[in-house]
């Protein structure tokens, strides 16, 4: 009741509303059906308007089968920027939606089709790191050289060990690796 009220609250207030839920998998079952009312068909809720409104939801669930089928694509010589959604969306739906420990298990919003879109985060390549150094780098207002991009993006580690391909942990650590290398 509590998350219904606070969402009605919110686009009663703005009707371009975006609301985040993180961390779905962990997420007891079934709570997050409290918000069907949102994503259905109807154009007015609780007398309110919510079309315009954005519901994204964040999940670590599906991440280990991500990784693993981007590491097979890769060794099948099927660089990242070429896999797809159609190749990853089996996996993924299977680890978010048929998980017994995940917020989307036996959900509502699953059985009712009421997600639009699925967008998975692949792991990141050496060169995806140093954009990231880079780019933390100016929003810390540091000068940005070569050699620490090299040394802070090396730092980060990668998988599989032997060849060393997808960075571990995205780009999460770098900003706190930074101050080593200046």
């Not at 009712?112 to 050496?126: A, G, M, R, S, T």
Request: proline residues 5%; glycine residues 6%.
């Amino acid at each position: 009741e509590n998350l219904k009220r606070w969402i009605q609250g919110n686009l009663t207030n703005c009707g371009r509303s975006a609301f985040l839920f993180d961390e779905m998998d962990k997420m007891h079952p079934g709570l997050i059906d409290v918000i069907i009312p949102f994503l259905g068909p109807s154009w007015v809720v609780y007398g309110t308007n919510y079309r315009k409104a954005i519901f994204i939801f964040i999940s670590n669930a599906g991440g280990e089968q991500i990784n693993k089928m981007t590491l097979d694509l890769w060794r099948a010589r099927k660089d990242r920027e070429e896999i797809s959604l159609q190749d990853l969306e089996p996996a993924i739906s299977k680890a978010a939606f048929e998980n017994p420990q995940s917020g989307f298990w036996k959900s509502g919003i699953i059985n009712e089709h009421l997600i639009d879109f699925v967008v998975p985060f692949l792991p990141l390549k050496h060169h995806h790191v140093k954009q990231c150094v880079i780019s933390e780098l100016i929003q810390q207002g540091l000068e940005v050289r070569p050699v620490v991009v090299q040394e802070v993006a090396d730092s980060i580690p990668y998988f599989p060990e032997e060849e060393k391909i997808f960075s571990s942990t995205g780009c999460k650590t770098v900003a706190s690796r930074i101050s080593f290398f200046l």
